[in-house]
């Protein structure tokens, strides 16, 4: 089902179903001149302009305003919208992988270094108190898989979310994480993105692989979260 895009008043708002989209214009709330776009289109264009969207042409006398012309500034797209660019190149699967292994790296030395840390406490304070061995061993086992969940979650969730979206990894190769209009996601968004890994990764890794054989290059947590990993 496809996703568009539509623009009023200088706000981009959407994704939205084309039947949404034809509701919409059916009662108004898209008018003729108002821009849309749609993956696979070269640029915004009036949304009169889209076969089939609207039910039938303005009447005579519609209160509306006049709406852009294709070839004019506004349907050109140069407003500040979101407009595709055909050199936008997806990151394939061994340059994800790579970045996934720098990336490990990294959290293997974050974690070993505050799990020491945290280790060290509990024992020390269980063990003060009088809990036998075994107890405390379980304790920090316990303590450190919480930790290590919450760092790698906000690791990602973090750094994909902010300005560079991207993780320390990725950034070392050159690529980011989008949404479908190329913008930054938001750190739910990315949150989402992180822990739906966790079905690509129990699936015997295939929603990895999918990376490798998928038109745009997404992972299954990228489909599930509606998100790019692009170059550049």
């Known amino acids: 089902m496809s996703q568009w895009y539509y623009a009023q008043n200088n706000q981009q708002f959407g994704p939205v179903t084309w039947e949404a989209l034809q509701q919409m214009a059916m009662q108004r709330i898209l008018q003729p001149y108002d821009l849309v776009w749609s993956e696979g289109m070269a640029n915004w264009q009036a949304a009169t302009t889209v076969p089939n969207l609207f039910a039938a042409a303005p009447v005579a006398g519609d209160q509306t305003a006049p709406y852009a012309a294709p070839g004019s500034p506004t349907a050109a797209g140069t407003i500040g919208y979101y407009t595709p660019t055909s050199n936008v190149t997806y990151a394939g699967f061994w340059l994800r992988f790579v970045a996934a292994i720098i990336d490990g790296v990294i959290l293997f030395v974050i974690g070993m270094i505050i799990g020491g840390i945290s280790g060290f406490l509990i024992g020390f304070v269980m063990g003060a108190s009088g809990s036998a061995m075994q107890n405390i061993q379980l ?6 898989q ?8 906000l690791y990602e969730a973090l750094l994909t979310s902010s300005s560079k979206q991207a993780t320390l990894g990725k950034m070392a190769l050159g690529i980011r994480v989008t949404g479908y209009d190329g913008q930054r996601i938001s750190f739910a968004r990315a949150t989402g993105r992180h822990f739906a890994k966790f079905i690509s990764a129990i699936i015997f890794m295939i929603g990895y692989i999918m990376a490798a054989f998928t038109e745009r290059k997404q992972a299954l947590h990228d489909l599930l979260a509606s998100t790019l990993v692009v170059r550049g």
């Open 146 to 153: 919480i930790i290590g969940i919450i760092i790698g979650w």
């Open 139 to 144: 304790t920090v086992e316990i303590v450190a």
